[in-house]
Nanobody, 125 residues
């Protein structure tokens, strides 16, 4: 069964850190680009970061650049999103998605073949 499962969300104070995990089952994540997206209440889905499989390149939205880091552990079939210096505006449900082209994008989510169910991140004092 093909599945992506996110974990690691929670409640954190402003300035704190969280590490989200995206674990794949039923397919090899190494051969897919993986993107992280988020949706805050009342807002549209926003692309946060992606990592390609072709050359391992990474990309970040301006809103998270310098604070978030995306990485892979192919042995664990997992992609991570390390989130530091969290702000209240980072509050959202975070989703990971896998793109079989291996390229990745944050501008369009139609290339993504598989999606996780999401994990809630709440940044509040």
């Amino acid at each position: 069964q093909v599945q992506l499962v996110e974990s690691g969300g929670g409640l954190v104070q402003p300035g704190g850190s969280l590490r989200l995990s995206c674990v794949a089952s039923g397919f090899t994540l190494e051969y897919y680009a993986v993107g992280w997206f988020r949706r805050a209440p009342g807002k549209e889905r926003e692309g946060v970061s992606y990592i390609s499989s072709n050359d391992g390149s990474t990309y970040y939205a301006d809103s998270v650049k310098g604070r978030f880091t995306i990485s892979r552990d192919n042995a664990k079939n997992t992609v991570y999103l390390q989130m530091n210096s969290l702000k209240p505006e980072d509050t959202a449900v975070y989703y990971c998605a896998a793109d079989g082209s291996g390229i990745g994008t944050l501008k369009d989510w139609s290339p993504y073949d598989y999606w996780g169910q999401g994990t809630q991140v709440t940044v509040s004092s």
